[in-house]
């Protein structure tokens, strides 16, 4: 991984962790409830303030962060290249102490992530990706290695919500195993897309809605591993282009050649 600029997205990401992992499982861990009943703790802020300062002397661009200040729609309709960011994503695994949590941090360009980082504090296990140029990870600081999804296989692997697998999680599992056998696996936080983008598993359907500070980087990471991350009309999950930040039903796969939309009823409209 030569890229300079990931390098250091890396490395803001990584020091963000630091801080996380300060508060990590700490009894007096301060936990409040946003207006969406979605919990926010003090570590969530601490790493926004990390990366903001950090990413601003990268590249002097607007910075949309979780926890951060939200402009209107009327000025970031205007923007063409921004970091959009999660500071912590996977909060309540943070607060129940099961490691899925993680620190995400994506340059969008024209509506496209573009470059992407995942960093998992409490595992030290790092992916980062440019779609179109490579994908790579790397354990507890030691090299990196490339990432390469996998072509579907004789059984599908797919991954689902820990907490929120969403109301069709059944259907979607009922019409793919008309195809093939499916083996269903469930985890938290966004190492659901690093896991296929790993080539260890095949498909995350997200049936719930979740906001683009959650998806862009580890579609990055993905994209650049081989795979793919499109909606129910099969177009390629966009960024920063209504009001309303969360996403619609997507699907991360990574094999872009099988028959998804075949398998899954979605739009045929060509993407």
Known sequence: MQDSLLQAMVSIAEAAGEVLLSAYQRDDLRVDWKADRSPVTTADHA??????????QLEAIPVLSEEGDIPAWEERQHWERYWLVDPLDGTREFIEGTGDFAVHIALVDAGIPVYGVVYQPARQRCWAGLPGSGAWWRDRHEAWQVLRTRPVGSQLTVLGS???PGKAWPEVLQRLGQ???????RYGGSVKYCRIASGRADLYPCLVPVCEWDTAAPQA????AGGRVFNSQRERLAYN???????PVFYAVGDPEWPWAEHLGLDDRAS
Do not use: M, N
């Open 47 to 56: 790493s926004h303030e990390l990366i903001d300062a950090g990413l601003k």
């Open 241 to 247: 282009r209504k009001d309303d930040l969360r996403q």
């Open 179 to 185: 195809a093939l056998p499916v083996e269903e696996l």
């Open 162 to 164: 820990r907490y929120r």
């Open 221 to 224: 990471v993905l994209e650049g």
